[in-house]
C-alpha cells in the first residue's frame, strides 16, 4: 500500500508540473513585416495582454516579401504586403480566408479602404496602413504652388528635380502626368511615357531612395517626388518643405495584414490582426510612423491640422483620381522593364 501510495504521489506531481510548464508555454507566432513600421512598444503590449509571443522579421519591399513567404523556410502567420502583392498571393492561393468574427475590429475601417480590386470583399487581407507617392517640394526655392506632376518638368527647376529610383513608380508618374492609366500596360502609352522620363532626365534630375530627405532639407534640391510618410513628417518639421498629391492623382497603396496558407497559429494570428485594428494601436502606428490610417476612430483622434491636411486625407475629387498598382504579369512587367532600362541607360 505504501509503494502504490508513494508512485501515485509521484504520478501527482509529475502531472502537476507538465499541466504548469504547458500553462506557462507560449504560443510564437512569426510576423513579417517593413522596417519600422509599428509604434514602439505595441507588440510588447500585446504580448503581455494575449501571452502569445510575437517574432518580427522584417523586409524592404513587395518582391523580398515574397520570396520571403515562399522560401519555405519559415512559416509565416501573419504578413503586411502592399496591394499588388496581396493580389498576387491571392490568385496564387498562398493567404489563409480571415474569420472576422475573431476581427471584430475590422467594422471600425474606413469604408475608402476596403473592398479594393486587389482583394474585393477584404476576403483575406484587412487594410493596415496606407499613404501616396506624391511632391516635396521647398518653398523658399519655388515661390509659386505646385500642384501638379507637370512640375516636375518644368524647365525653370533644372537640376533641381529628384525622382525615386524605382520601376513602377517613376514610370507611374509619368503616365499620370500624361494622363493615362497608373497601371497601362499600353506600348504606345508605355513608350510616351519614356519619352518623357528621358526628356525628364535632359533637365538634370537625379534618381536615388535614401537620400531625398537629405537633399530637401539642405537645399540641394528643390522638388523631389517622395513617400507621404516621409514627405508628410519633412513638411511638420521643416517650414520652408510642402508635400502635396498632385492634381492628376498618384499612387494610393494600402499595405494590408494577411495570414499566410499553411499557419499552424490562425486563431492567435487573428487575434493579433484584431489588437491592430483597435483604434488606440492604429492611432499610435499612424502618430509614430507618420503614414495615414485606415481607422476612423485613430484619424478623428489625430490633430485638426493633420486630419485636414489634403496632403494626408486627400479631398475626394483627388482621391478620386488616385490608383492602387496592379499585378503585373510576366509579359506586363517585361515592357515595363524594358522601358525602364532605356531610361536608365
Known amino acids: ?204 534630375t537625379i534618381y536615388g531612395a535614401d537620400n531625398v530627405k537629405d537633399l530637401m532639407i539642405s537645399g540641394e534640391r528643390a522638388i523631389a517626388m517622395i513617400w507621404s510618410g516621409e514627405g508628410l513628417t519633412l513638411a511638420d518639421e521643416y517650414d520652408y518643405l510642402k508635400y502635396i498629391v498632385p492634381k492628376e492623382g498618384a499612387n494610393f497603396w494600402i499595405d494590408s495584414l494577411v495570414i499566410p496558407k499553411g499557419t499552424k497559429n490562425k486563431s492567435a494570428a487573428e487575434t493579433f490582426i484584431n489588437f491592430l485594428c483597435e483604434k488606440d494601436s492604429a492611432y499610435r502606428v499612424a502618430e509614430e510612423i507618420g503614414y495615414t490610417t485606415p481607422h476612423e476612430g485613430a484619424m478623428m483622434e489625430q490633430d485638426e491640422e493633420v486630419r485636414n491636411n489634403p496632403g494626408a486625407y486627400m479631398p475626394e475629387e483627388i482621391m478620386n483620381r488616385c490608383e492602387s498598382y496592379k499585378y503585373l504579369n510576366e509579359e506586363e512587367l517585361l515592357k515595363y522593364e524594358k522601358v525602364w532600362l532605356e531610361v536608365k541607360s
Open 1 to 204: 500500500m505504501k509503494k502504490i501510495i508513494a508512485i501515485f504521489t509521484v504520478f501527482i506531481m509529475i502531472s502537476a508540473t507538465m499541466i504548469s510548464c504547458k500553462k506557462d508555454e507560449k504560443t510564437t507566432i512569426n510576423f513579417l513585416n517593413w522596417g519600422e513600421n509599428i509604434a514602439e512598444g505595441l507588440i510588447d503590449e500585446f504580448e503581455e495582454k494575449y501571452n502569445i509571443k510575437v517574432n518580427e522579421v522584417f523586409v524592404d519591399d513587395n518582391e523580398a516579401m515574397y520570396q520571403e513567404l515562399t522560401s519555405g523556410k519559415t512559416q509565416y502567420d501573419v504578413a503586411v504586403p502592399g496591394d499588388y502583392m496581396v493580389e498576387r498571393l491571392i490568385s496564387e492561393g498562398r493567404l489563409e480566408a480571415l474569420d472576422k468574427q475573431n476581427i471584430p475590429n475590422w467594422t471600425e475601417l474606413l469604408s475608402s479602404n476596403l473592398n479594393k480590386s486587389f482583394d474585393p470583399g477584404n476576403v483575406y487581407s484587412l487594410p493596415y496602413m496606407n499613404g501616396t507617392i506624391g511632391i516635396i517640394y521647398n518653398t523658399e526655392l519655388i515661390s509659386e504652388d505646385i500642384n501638379s506632376w507637370s512640375d516636375m518638368w518644368n524647365p525653370k527647376y533644372k537640376d533641381e528635380i529628384f525622382v525615386l529610383d524605382s520601376q513602377r513608380d517613376a514610370i507611374g508618374m509619368a503616365l499620370k502626368y500624361l494622363g493615362y492609366p497608373l497601371n497601362s500596360t499600353d506600348e504606345v502609352e508605355l513608350s510616351a511615357a519614356k519619352a518623357a522620363l528621358i526628356e525628364q532626365k535632359k533637365l538634370g
